[in-house]
């Protein structure tokens, strides 16, 4: 059964074409991946199908009666209100199903109706609650609280953070409250654009399961090509704003289109002869020019008027393409990282960790989200003290630094300036070409940093990073907003770099591409995995199911009341404590980025022209900055 179809769909911003006449089905429990370069309007085509954007050419038809659930790559949180709900996590985990609520809340009020009823009341409060409890029982009343919590927890909510006001909550964060609510709700047709961006690798697994096994249609926008092929059955390849539907997963569907390809070359080339050997024809009976010759040319030229021309294939998008160049050669010891230990007042991430690595390794840091693998990479480029511990680097040793959130951009510069600005020694030529390698041609170059997509914000951040010679990278989720293509490219020039890497990445793709040792943060301290991507997976498959055995084993002793009382008392001043040390943290954030505010406008207006002024402003700007950096990693540890 058919459950979605689209026909000759199109949309355009002014006269530039962003899709044309895309038309496909979808059946009723296909789960659809769709690929694209950025921009090439995926998600552009999500909101087309579900309302939110009106289509400038075609239709969406939806089966009658089917529900449709969307969440979007940077969707705010929307926040339901009125009723018992507040805006809590938990509570708004329950919205997500309204009618269960309600129907909750009449039967408590019900029951106290019931108590002191008689008569005719009595019959119809009777009669309504036993209505109203069979529909909540049927709905799955009885067990939507605790499958609440059960979603919550797998996407990283830990009991603590149920009762946390939303507004209180990182974006990511957000973003995941966002899928779980989505999930819940188990929509006919989900649709997700980028679900596993702020997603850590146990919660990733356990998304792909879901998804895998959902027995209604699924339409998912990713960049994730390991998640993927886990995930989808059918591939929507969208270029030169026009899209096919495969009937196969991601790494089939590269090699069924790269097959595609292939042969309309050949069958455009074989035509091409063919026409080319009867123009020949043509032309030299022209030449002799008897009647008998002009009858054959004519006839030849009829019969290349009659081909179907078969139309030539259009190039692949164009992606980024560029190589990292190798500084002076390191000494065979890179790294040597000896008791190293990080904590914040709220928080411990990680004690006493030590590790080696040595000249062409290729070492990805892993853990769950809040284990401190970005925190890590901060304390050895020198951003962040470590509580305690050092580390040393070795002979030789220069660093190239690629930072996930790409704060090393001024919002206020153009894309070629902020090249210049760090590279004064080249000239516009050499920059020019350099920021062409990373798709930024013509007036792309002059654009503003700050309206720069996450996608160029990253290539920007690349084209900077090449520049530099280096022979030690040390990369924090490089792949995060780069299409897939880019991350291909990605992968080549590191394969093809002739250094060392150290490098933190979700991607797992990436990770099975280019690891040759893996060290996963864990319970305050490291695993050491020597070999690639799929040594680190078995191993974390053999320790889950060594923990499962265990836990099957072991019996808990039966602790006394006096005892659990005490527990009890200890866990809520903890948990009290831990709340009002973050409540503190973002306290002081938010009063130190004011006065950031009014420290930078000060010194770039009133102060402009006092140097003494100018100096104590920019010597308290330091100080902030410093302070933020310090809290913004204690925020992320929350």
């Given at each position: 059964m058919i459950i979605l179809s689209v026909s000759g769909l199109s949309f355009r911003v002014g006269t530039k074409e962003i899709l044309e006449n895309i038309s496909f089905a979808v059946e009723d429990g296909d789960r659809v991946g769709i690929v694209g370069v950025n921009g090439s309007g995926k998600s552009t085509l999500l909101r087309m199908i579900t309302g939110k954007l009106e289509q400038s050419d075609g239709a969406v038809y939806i089966a009658k009666d089917k529900s449709v659930g969307m969440m979007e790559q940077d969707d705010a949180f929307n926040v339901i209100e009125g009723g018992?709900?507040?805006?809590?996590?938990?509570?708004?985990?329950y919205a997500a199903y309204p009618e269960l609520c309600r129907d909750e809340d009449r039967l408590s009020e019900l029951e106290e109706l019931l108590k002191s009823a008689e008569g005719e009341e009595l019959k119809r409060y009777t009669a309504e609650f036993s209505e109203t409890n069979s529909r909540f029982i049927d709905n799955g009343g009885l067990h939507y609280k605790s499958r609440c919590r059960s979603i919550l927890s797998k996407l990283g909510f830990s009991e603590e953070y149920l009762s946390n006001r939303v507004s209180s909550?990182?974006?990511?964060?957000?973003?995941?409250?966002?899928?779980?609510r989505l999930l819940f709700r188990e929509p006919d047709v989900l649709i997700l654009d980028e679900p596993t961006n702020h997603l850590d690798t146990d919660t990733l697994e356990w998304l792909e399961g879901i998804l895998s096994s959902y027995k209604?249609?699924?339409l998912v926008v990713s960049h994730?090509?390991?998640f993927l092929d886990k995930v989808t059955t059918k591939t929507l390849d969208i270029e030169h704003h026009a899209a096919k539907l495969y009937g196969v997963p991601y790494s089939k569907y590269t090699e069924q289109k790269e097959a595609d390809r292939k042969a309309a070359e050949k069958k455009y080339d074989l035509q091409q002869k063919e026409i080319a050997r009867l123009e020949a024809y043509i032309e030299q009976q022209r030449r002799w020019n008897r009647e008998r010759n002009i009858i054959a040319a004519e006839s030849r030229e009829k019969a290349i008027a009659r081909m179907e021309k078969v139309e030539r294939p259009k190039d692949a998008p164009q992606s980024i393409r560029f190589g990292f160049t190798k500084n002076r050669e390191s000494g065979n010891d890179v790294l040597s990282v000896r008791g190293l230990s990080m904590e914040f007042p709220a928080k411990k991430l990680f004690e006493n960790i030590s590790f080696e690595v040595k000249k062409r390794e290729h070492v990805f840091i892993a853990g769950a989200n809040g284990t401190g693998?970005?925190?890590?990479?901060?304390?050895?480029?020198e951003k962040i003290p470590a509580t305690a511990g050092v580390f040393e680097l070795g002979y030789n040793v220069t660093i190239g630094y690629y930072d996930q959130e790409n704060q090393n951009l001024d919002p206020?510069?153009?894309?070629?300036?902020e090249l210049w600005d760090a590279y004064p020694d080249k000239n516009q030529?050499?920059?020019?070409?350099?920021?062409?390698l990373f798709m930024f041609r013509g007036e792309d170059a002059f654009k503003q940093v700050a309206v720069l997509s996450g996608g160029e914000r990253a290539r920007l951040t690349l084209a900077k990073l090449i520049l530099s010679k280096m022979n030690l990278l040390i990369l924090d989720e490089p792949t995060n907003h780069l299409d897939i293509q880019s991350r291909e490219a990605l992968e080549s020039a590191l394969e093809g770099f002739d250094g060392t890497i150290i490098a933190v990445s979700h991607d797992r793709y990436f990770i099975k591409k280019l690891a040759t040792r893996v060290i996963e943060l864990k319970d305050g301290g490291i695993v050491n995995h020597i070999g690639g991507y799929e040594d680190y997976a078995a191993a974390r498959e053999r320790a889950k199911l060594n923990a499962e055995e265990a836990k099957e084993e072991y019996v808990p002793q039966q602790?006394?009341?006096?005892?659990?009382y005490l527990q009890r008392k200890k866990e809520a001043a903890e948990a009290r404590q831990y709340e009002k040390h973050r409540r503190d943290v973002l306290e002081e954030i938010e009063r130190l980025e004011r006065e950031l505010a009014e420290v930078s406008e000060e010194l770039f207006g009133d102060a402009a022209t006092d140097y003494v002024r100018a100096a104590e402003l920019d010597d308290r700007k330091t100080v902030i900055e410093d302070r933020l950096m310090t809290l913004y990693e204690e925020e992320e540890s929350f």
């Open positions: 018992s709900f507040d805006d809590t996590v938990l509570s708004q985990m909550l990182s974006g990511g964060e957000r973003a995941r409250l966002n899928l779980a209604k249609t699924l994730d090509r390991y693998k970005s925190t890590l990479l901060k304390i050895l480029l206020s510069k153009t894309v070629i300036d030529t050499e920059l020019r070409n350099t920021l062409a602790m006394s009341n006096k005892e659990l």
